[in-house]
């Protein structure tokens, strides 16, 4: 699966931004997609995700109530709408793809389930004060 993050720029504190990330590939394996951020000096953190169907988001508490995830299967995008956009949203986000595999026998009548993570090269938002 790739991933090809597009959307960020340089805007002023309560404006809006719009990302969206095209995922190609073995597309037909994804499960949840999600959008995290890394901030300068700080650990990636999850933003919003968003189950398969669409019908199942959670936010960080951060972001809830400025921050809508969506997802077109069609043509498998997730956008991520911002608004109100504070400085502390400054980071570079990612869009994050989860896929599950078909089960495989591990003998005993057990099976193992390969889950696999991919993720987007990144795109920078950095909001002004």
């Known amino acids: 699966v790739d991933l090809v993050e597009s959307g960020g720029g340089l805007v002023q504190s309560g404006s809006s931004l719009r990302l969206s990330c095209a995922a190609s590939g073995t597309t037909f394996a994804i499960d949840l997609m999600a959008w995290y951020r890394q901030a300068p000096g700080q650990q990636r953190e999850m933003v919003a995700t968003i189950s398969t169907g669409g019908d199942s988001t959670n936010y960080a508490a951060s972001v809830k109530g400025r921050f809508t995830i969506s997802r077109n299967s069609a043509d498998n995008t997730i956008y991520l709408q911002m608004n109100s956009l504070k400085p502390s949203d400054t980071a570079v986000y990612y869009c994050?793809?989860?896929?599950?595999?078909?089960?495989?026998?591990?003998?005993?009548?057990?099976?193992?389930?390969?889950?696999?993570?991919?993720w987007g090269q990144g795109t920078q938002v950095t909001v002004s004060s």
């Open positions: 994050k793809a989860e896929t599950t595999d078909p089960p495989l026998p591990t003998g005993g009548g057990k099976f193992y389930t390969p889950r696999y993570d991919y």
